[in-house]
DNA sequence: TCCACTAAATGAATGCCATTCATTTATAGC
DNA sequence: GCTATAAATGAATGGCATTCATTTAGTGGA
């Protein structure tokens, strides 16, 4: 096992190599002196990849070429695409904000953590059902970040047999309101059926016209609060 | 646009057709007498197939051999395999339970509206991206039903401006929660990570002392408690 | 020091998938 | 009756994740 770092990126091979100006095959058959892959490289490429082109520009083809290699040399390091977006995953988890629960009243921690959780996964969807599902154990900082923000409810008072069902409760609104983020403006316009509909009609209109930058935060900041109150009110 | 009803289900060919006993090719090209194809019917197969090999096995082509036509045509029916999604996607909406808004307490309305909806797409997560941002003028049964929930938030003294909203962060809730009924249930055995994280690992544990039969039911019912009161909190 | 094993790359399949298109046949509207 | 359209077949098409045989390089033990 090497401890070569590998992860930097697409240099363009300069010195070796002199043939095929076009950049066309570069490197031969058989393991390379140095690694050319590592799951750090593999992740921050995918991660280029998805801000780049999105989700569905995120082939494990597309990934090789980023990383300019055959698409079976990543099968070398990862089991399965599922397995890259594990990767993806566990990244952007560490971009969540459990600073909170270190100080201050526990209601501002798990707004913070909250809003922070909810924005990092709103353009990263496709992972909701990666992580609805995954083991902790498969994700070494998502773990983390349940022991920080366990010990942040305990610490407030909540019952310990409460704790689990508090954050899962919580989490599933933020991945339900990651989805609500990234639906279109006009999803709630009832077009032609309007006239069938006059009391959805008219509650969809009396929030338009608030005039809200991003509907979607006016639910958010409904429910979790909402959450909030609910879960504070376990406190012993 | 014929009036028939093509949508029983997989008869087989028994009068006409005397050829390959195997069961093989069956009808000539070109347009039948009967339609074979209805969106009743493909909704219908749908359904099947997803029952019978999840949704791994809802694939066109397979949808096409349920319902004995080749492949292509279904796309006379349907512009892309999301429409087939859409189509599930209303049909389920008609299962759940809105007849609470009718008469009773607002409170026990939604309560067996949104056990009743997590209950429905439990089984259909796949479905949760497609509905989530899905306009919705493109599923009337849907449609049909925030008209009915928007009235009873009305009725019930909820403001105007705060109907969307609160519905929609109830959703957001529970399209997270139908994630969470189908994780594996040791989803939060940490392993051999556990010594590293005794605050998270001693909650699970005590969770797991009281011996639900589902875990998942706890945190639904506390984060649904919880967004009832907050959003019931907003009645004038 | 040599040798066997393993790690890490290439490149050529493989099979599945959604979708498209040309073609054929039947029906409906004028 | 003619024509446009609807609804089927069947044969592509291109993209996808994944697998496998092969090649080369490093590593650990005898």
Known sequence: MPAVRASAGKEKATTDDGGTP???KRRRAGRPSAAVLDLAGITQAALDLIGNKGYDGLTMAALARTLDVAPSALYN?????????VLVEDHLMSLVDVSGFESGPWEDAVRTWAWSYRDAFAAHTP????????PVTDAPRTLLMY???S?????????????VPAIVALESFIFGSAYDVTAPADIFD????????PGFTAAVRSLAEEQHERPADVAFSLGLE????????LRG
Do not use: Q, W, Y
């Open 22 to 24: 076009g950049g066309a």
């Open 77 to 85: 390091h990862v089991e399965s695409k599922h397995d890259v977006l």
């Open 127 to 134: 992972l909701i059902p990666v992580i609805a599902v995954l």
């Open 147 to 149: 022991e920080v923000v």
């Open 151 to 163: 010990t942040g409810f305990r610490d407030a008072g909540i019952p310990e047999a409460r704790i």
């Open 190 to 197: 009832s077009g032609n059926m309007a006239g069938s509909t």
């Open 226 to 233: 909402a959450l909030i109150a609910g879960i504070g009110a």
